[in-house]
């Protein structure tokens, strides 16, 4: 078992900057990648940021120069700053883990609203 906790959202405005944290206890050892995901109201759920254990990032096109994702190994802590917010990343956002490559875990989400 693997435990999230996300920290760091809440209210901006537009321009603004918000480091979000994802901290993982429990058996972490066999975590393959660490993901930012998040969701807007009303829709789905879309992959923001992703970090393998060896580093290699990748984003979604609507944030790359924007965010950037990041990892302490130390904390076991996956980090995302998001700078020049817009009203168009208003949504919740959820960290997960890979394990051993094929499992998932999710946190409780959190929070962050752009505002115009």
């Known amino acids: 078992q693997v435990q999230l906790v996300e920290s760091g959202g809440g209210l901006v405005q537009a321009g603004g900057s918000l480091r979000l944290s994802c901290a993982a206890s429990?058996?972490?050892?066999?975590?393959?990648?660490m993901t930012w995901y998040r969701q807007a109201h009303g829709k789905k759920r879309d992959l923001v940021a992703v970090?393998?254990?060896?580093?290699?990032?990748n984003y979604r096109d609507s944030v790359k120069g924007r965010f950037t994702i990041s990892k302490d190994n130390a904390k076991n802590t996956v980090y995302l700053q998001m700078d020049s917010l817009e009203p168009e990343d208003t949504a919740v956002y959820f960290c997960?883990?890979?394990?051993?490559?094929?499992?998932?875990?999710w946190g409780q989400g959190t929070q962050v609203t752009v505002s115009s």
């Open positions: 970090i393998t254990t060896g580093g290699t990032t």
């Open positions: 429990g058996s972490i050892s066999g975590i393959s990648e």
């Open positions: 997960s883990v890979l394990v051993g490559g094929w499992k998932s875990y």
